[in-house]
């Protein structure tokens, strides 16, 4: 019963940053993974990074390491996800998704719940 709302993307320019948002509601995050996704127009749904509740690992797809940073506020049961150096590729709508402990954090199929998204556009 975990609902996630994203918010946080907008328009920017590129060599921007964006700071997004994953706020969970309908219990504790501890025994879940959090994932951001990514899907461009005609584009396969890509991960972008993950993070483990209870734990803290953290994960990044390749595109986006040394740019992006996953992060956790316990106390809000909110994910952030602080994008830098922002290029147009970049460009998505951007899903925040939860997995009930799942092993295939880099995989939307594993995912249990997701969010409505929220829209990044990077302008060259």
């Known amino acids: 019963q975990v609902q996630l709302v994203e918010s946080g993307g907008g328009l920017v320019p590129a060599g921007g940053s964006l700071r997004l948002s994953c706020a969970a509601s309908g219990g504790p995050c501890i025994n879940y993974a959090i994932g951001w996704f990514r899907q461009a127009p005609g584009k396969e749904r890509e991960f972008v990074a993950a993070?483990?509740?209870?734990?803290?690992?953290?994960y990044y797809a390749d595109s986006v390491k040394r740019r992006f940073t996953i992060s956790r506020d316990n106390a809000k049961n909110t994910v952030y996800l602080q994008m830098n150096s922002l290029r147009p590729e970049d460009t998505a709508v951007y899903y925040c998704?939860?997995?009930?402990?799942?092993?295939?954090?880099?995989?939307?199929?594993?995912?249990?719940?997701w969010g409505q998204g929220t829209q990044v556009t990077v302008s060259s």
């Open positions: 993070i483990r509740w209870s734990g803290g690992s953290t």
């Open positions: 998704a939860a997995s009930r402990g799942s092993d295939y954090l880099t995989d939307f199929a594993f995912y249990d719940y």
